[in-house]
């Protein structure tokens, strides 16, 4: 049997990806191995693939590199003292992250802590589809403490990481405002949220006094939205390209801002798994690839305008 892996063969257009074969590895002391289900896409994959970022300067003379931090499947073996799951576990985790990656594999080692346990009430596809995603969401939020009745500011609340965050806002029952296209403003409000089609007038002009905003846009948007808030008000500006940018903006005029880096956190993972489970929270799985179409999935990402999530099949 061999192990195909997505790699990166060199940095540039969605098509430097291609397919290598290896043989499947041998779980070390405290590791399990996973026949991968579901590989989740995300922009820093698309990053990193297009050399750009620090995932892709730490692994310049690494190439091939196979990118990939969101896994769903199954333990088919354990190594020595790993004793946290049994072979045919469902399992997924945020793994490799940032410097390893990996995910992109029909089967990889993973220490067995990076993992959590998908209940039998979570399919392969939402739990593929939550690891990194869910963890910036309810990170981002907890970052800028949220609270119930609070006014709730999300940039970008269709995408990965806004329809999660959208959903844990308004469980944590705060008043939830969203930027969206047209496409997206009945999906928006069908998750609880208050829509605004940024593309018919900036959100300034639409929303005001919010406690609150997690931006998931950066640059110009993040700087309009800063229009909106009441004195005092905490941002939390998750694109790394623009933090520093909307950081120092957000301080002149009196915000407490910050940027972040997700942490890997299985625990919190467990906690968005339950919320799928009790229907809290609803995944939205935009396309799933088969893996030998990774180039068209790094397009769509590229496209800015990904409703949820892409997934990659990863044994067809
Ligand atoms: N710092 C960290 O640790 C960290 C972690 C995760 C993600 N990130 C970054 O956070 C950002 C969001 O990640 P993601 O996975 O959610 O991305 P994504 O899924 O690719 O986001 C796509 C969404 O963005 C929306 N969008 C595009 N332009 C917009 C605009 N001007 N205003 C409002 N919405 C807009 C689109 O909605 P419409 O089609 O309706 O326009 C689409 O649904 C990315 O830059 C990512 O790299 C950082």
Same mark, same amino acid.
């Given at each position: 049997?061999?192990?195909?892996?997505?790699?990166?063969?060199?940095?540039?257009?969605?098509? $430097?990806?291609?397919?290598?074969? =290896?043989?499947?590895?041998?779980?070390?002391?405290?590791?399990?191995?996973?026949?991968?289900?579901?590989?989740?896409?995300?922009?820093?994959?698309?990053?990193?693939?297009?050399?750009?970022?620090?995932?892709? *300067?730490? @692994?310049?003379?690494?190439?091939?590199?196979?990118?990939?931090?969101?896994?769903?499947?199954?333990?088919?073996?354990?190594? &020595? @003292?790993?004793? +946290?799951? *049994?072979?045919?576990?469902?399992?997924?985790?945020?793994?490799?992250?940032?410097?390893?990656?990996?995910?992109?594999?029909?089967?990889?080692?993973?220490?067995?802590?990076?993992? *959590?346990? $998908?209940?039998?009430?979570?399919?392969?596809? !939402?739990?593929?589809?939550?690891?990194?995603?869910?963890? /910036?969401?309810?990170?981002?939020?907890?970052? !800028?403490?949220?609270?119930?009745?609070?006014?709730?500011?999300?940039?970008?609340?269709?995408?990965?990481?806004?329809?999660?965050?959208?959903? %844990?806002?308004? =469980?944590?029952?705060?008043? %939830?405002?969203? /930027?969206?296209?047209?496409?997206?403003?009945?999906?928006? !409000? *069908?998750?609880?949220?208050?829509?605004?089609?940024?593309?018919?007038?900036? $959100?300034?002009?639409?929303?005001?006094?919010?406690?609150?905003?997690?931006?998931?846009?950066?640059?110009?948007?993040?700087?309009?939205?800063?229009?909106?808030?009441?004195?005092?008000?905490?941002?939390? /500006?998750?694109?790394?390209? &623009?933090?520093?940018?909307?950081?120092?903006?957000?301080?002149?005029?009196?915000?407490d801002a910050t940027g972040m880096l997700v942490d890997p956190n299985p625990q919190q993972l467990d906690s968005l798994f339950y919320m799928v &489970?009790?229907?809290?929270?609803?995944?939205?799985?935009?396309?799933?690839?088969?893996?030998?179409? %990774? $180039?068209?999935?790094?397009?769509?990402?590229?496209?800015?305008?990904? +409703?949820?999530?892409?997934?990659?099949?990863?044994?067809?």
């Amino acid at each position: 049997m061999e192990n195909k892996q997505i790699v990166i063969t060199q940095f540039g257009e969605p098509d $430097v990806l291609a397919i290598q074969s =290896t043989e499947i590895p041998e779980p070390k002391d405290g590791e399990v191995l996973v026949k991968v289900a579901f590989a989740g896409v995300n922009p820093i994959d698309v990053k990193t693939r297009a050399g750009l970022g620090w995932a892709a *300067s730490q @692994n310049k003379d690494n190439l091939p590199w196979v990118p990939g931090y969101d896994i769903s499947g199954e333990v088919v073996s354990r190594g &020595s @003292n790993a004793k +946290r799951f *049994s072979v045919g576990d469902n399992v997924a985790g945020f793994i490799g992250f940032p410097l390893q990656g990996g995910g992109y594999s029909q089967y990889v080692c993973v220490p067995e802590i990076e993992l *959590s346990l $998908v209940p039998d009430s979570v399919t392969l596809e !939402a739990a593929a589809a939550l690891p990194l995603a869910g963890q /910036t969401a309810v990170q981002a939020l907890d970052k !800028a403490g949220v609270k119930e009745g609070q006014r709730v500011l999300i940039l970008a609340g269709a995408g990965g990481v806004g329809h999660i965050a959208v959903q %844990v806002a308004v =469980t944590a029952k705060a008043d %939830v405002f969203t /930027t969206c296209s047209g496409e997206n403003l009945d999906y928006m !409000a *069908s998750l609880g949220a208050h829509a605004v089609n940024y593309k018919f007038a900036p $959100v300034s002009e639409r929303v005001e006094e919010a406690d609150v905003l997690i931006d998931l846009v950066g640059g110009d948007a993040a700087l309009d939205a800063l229009n909106c808030l009441k004195d005092g008000a905490k941002v939390v /500006t998750v694109p790394t390209l &623009s933090a520093e940018l909307i950081c120092e903006k957000s301080k002149l005029l009196g915000y407490d801002a910050t940027g972040m880096l997700v942490d890997p956190n299985p625990q919190q993972l467990d906690s968005l798994f339950y919320m799928v &489970s009790v229907g809290l929270l609803k995944t939205e799985i935009f396309k799933v690839y088969p893996m030998d179409k %990774v $180039v068209d999935a790094h397009k769509q990402i590229e496209t800015g305008h990904t +409703r949820g999530k892409v997934l990659l099949n990863m044994q067809c």
